[in-house]
């Protein structure tokens, strides 16, 4: 079975185990799974219907319906960029234009090909006396940023993936 799903698989079923493999840690479940893909695959989501006694659309139904469970893969590196009014108001929409031009994404592709960086847009992140506001993996914040500050962060960011010399 193994082989069918990758090798993260045992570390699925120790997540099911550890959960009693109960629909009633069906959350819990879902958000360790997604902490060890960084999404959620459809095949291990069937998986845990399978496997807690429900059906494969209610685990779908729960992974669609809560905004941090995500079905497609996101990259190393999740860049959330904050455009909310203040944000906006000083020019986000340049910083996520550079972040796009920077990292070759669109509107309609977030993730790169190497999966090594996911661009996201938020509503508001509530640091507005830092606007406009970059976020790096949920916990690396980078306030009044401007166009040469963010292209500094991707190549801060891609440095970070260089071999020591």
């Known amino acids: 079975m193994t082989q ?3 090798s993260k698989f045992d570390a699925v079923c120790d997540i099911l185990d550890r959960n009693q493999r109960s629909r009633t840690n069906l959350i819990a479940i879902l958000q360790e799974i997604q902490d060890v893909y960084s999404y959620l695959p459809e095949d291990i989501m069937t998986y845990v219907a399978t496997a807690i006694g429900i059906s494969p659309c209610a685990v779908f139904g ?3 319906f809560y905004s941090h469970f995500t079905l497609s893969p996101k990259g190393k590196y999740v860049v959330t960029v904050c455009d909310g009014t203040a944000c ?3 020019k986000s929409h340049e910083i996520i234009s550079v972040l796009q031009d920077e990292l070759g ?3 309609d592709r977030k993730t790169t090909p ?3 960086f996911t661009l996201e847009t938020v509503a508001c992140l509530g640091a507005c006396g830092l606007a406009p506001v ?3 993996n949920k916990d690396e914040v980078h306030g009044t940023m401007d166009q040469d500050r963010t292209k500094a962060l991707v190549s801060e ?3 970070r993936e260089e071999p020591d010399a």
């Open 4 to 6: 069918v799903f990758g």
């Open 62 to 64: 729960v992974a669609t």
């Open 88 to 90: 906006h108001v000083r």
């Open 105 to 107: 994404l669109s509107d």
């Open 114 to 116: 190497d999966r090594l």
């Open 134 to 136: 970059v976020v790096v």
């Open 157 to 159: 960011l891609r440095g």
